[in-house]
């Protein structure tokens, strides 16, 4: 346990912190549970990463209802925030495509720079004033004055 709390945030943690929940197996419950809350506290936060993936890989089955119902919800938070990145990555490619389509219907002829700059902006809030100028503008350059 020591060693999770020296060593847990460098290279090395995640190895540290499955030797400490490996040897907690065996500790009566109000201590395993202690040493996993130590483990997971000491450990930086790319190492806790780490080793929860060690840990679903192998099948590992929390045995507290205090652990099961901890890991349960940080899955399910994970689950949520990267369905809401998914969404607005979804959004963010359709106004990407429209934005492209609507200047390439006016007639505007856009530089490689410019076509990466759109294909790389992930803003919704800009992408969407950027489309709505692009209804209107006179010059592709009007629709990019603000940024």
């Known amino acids: 346990m020591l060693s999770a709390i020296v060593h847990g945030k460098e290279e090395h943690g995640t190895e ?29 936060e790319d190492e806790r990463k780490k080793l929860e ?44 495509a429209a934005l492209l389509k609507v200047l390439g219907v006016r007639g505007f002829a856009l530089s490689p720079e410019l076509t990466r700059r759109i294909e790389a ?3 919704l809030e800009r992408l969407e004033r950027w489309l709505s100028s692009a209804v209107n503008a006179k010059a592709a350059s009007d629709v990019f004055s603000d940024a």
């Open 53 to 96: 993936e060690q840990m679903a890989r192998q099948g590992y089955e929390y045995q507290s209802d205090f652990a099961r119902r901890y890991f349960a919800e940080g899955r399910a938070e994970g689950r949520a925030e990267g369905k809401a990145e998914g969404k607005a990555e979804g959004q963010a490619d359709g106004l990407r």
């Open 16 to 44: 540290v912190g499955k030797a400490v929940l490996a040897v907690a197996r065996d500790l009566d419950e109000e201590r395993r549970l202690l040493y996993i809350d130590l483990v997971f506290a000491f450990l930086g």
């Open 121 to 123: 902006e992930t803003s």
